[in-house]
Each structure stands twice: as structure tokens, then as C-alpha cells.
């Protein structure tokens, strides 16, 4: 009886394809998690004049601040005057993502 060397092939073909599709909708999950920031009921909620004195306070010029997903988007130039464009939970005013200016 002949050996080929085919199935072995095969089974690493289909182990590679196995582990690369795994890889993909691990990939996917996380970029899908990472996009749902705020889950806080609404009834949780503090006001956007709340957090526009904090940012205020703490030195930020607020030019605009609107929900957007379950979070307070605001549009601001901070203490070192650079333009953000930052997401805060809604009760805690903790940020949850931020993009900015690069420097």
C-alpha cells in the first residue's frame, strides 16, 4: 500500500484555515466591544452644564458637548490648548475615549 504525503497536507491546510477564522472573529469581537463605551440608564445621567463647569474648571474650553451612542461627545480646546474631541460617561464624567491633535 502507498503513503501519500496528501492528508497530512490537507489536515494543515484546514488547521491554518481553523486558526485564521478564529483569529478574524476574535479580531471583530473586540473592535465591536471596544465601539460600546457608555451603558448607563438614563436615569444616571448628570446634566452637560455638570460637565461643562468641570471641564471648565479643570481649565478646557468647551465649544460643544451632545450625546452620541450612550455618551457625552465634547468638542473642546484643553488647558494645553489643543483641539479634543472626547467621550465621557454620562454619570461618572470619567473619559472613556479620546482623540486629539498630534503633536
Do not use: H, N
Not at 46 to 57: F, N, R, S, V
Amino acid at each position: 500500500m502507498k503513503r501519500t504525503v496528501f492528508p497530512t497536507a490537507l489536515f494543515a491546510v484546514a488547521i491554518t484555515a481553523l486558526l485564521a477564522g478564529a483569529v478574524a472573529s476574535l479580531s471583530s469581537t473586540v473592535a465591536f466591544a471596544d465601539e460600546d463605551y457608555c451603558k448607563v440608564p438614563k436615569s444616571e445621567w448628570k446634566t452637560t452644564d455638570e460637565l461643562k463647569a468641570k471641564l471648565t474648571g479643570e481649565g478646557w474650553d468647551v465649544r460643544k458637548i451632545k450625546e452620541d451612542e450612550g455618551c457625552f461627545e465634547v468638542y473642546a480646546i484643553d488647558s494645553d490648548g489643543k483641539k479634543i474631541e472626547a467621550y465621557f460617561d454620562p454619570a461618572s464624567f470619567v473619559i472613556v475615549k479620546q482623540d486629539g491633535e498630534d503633536d
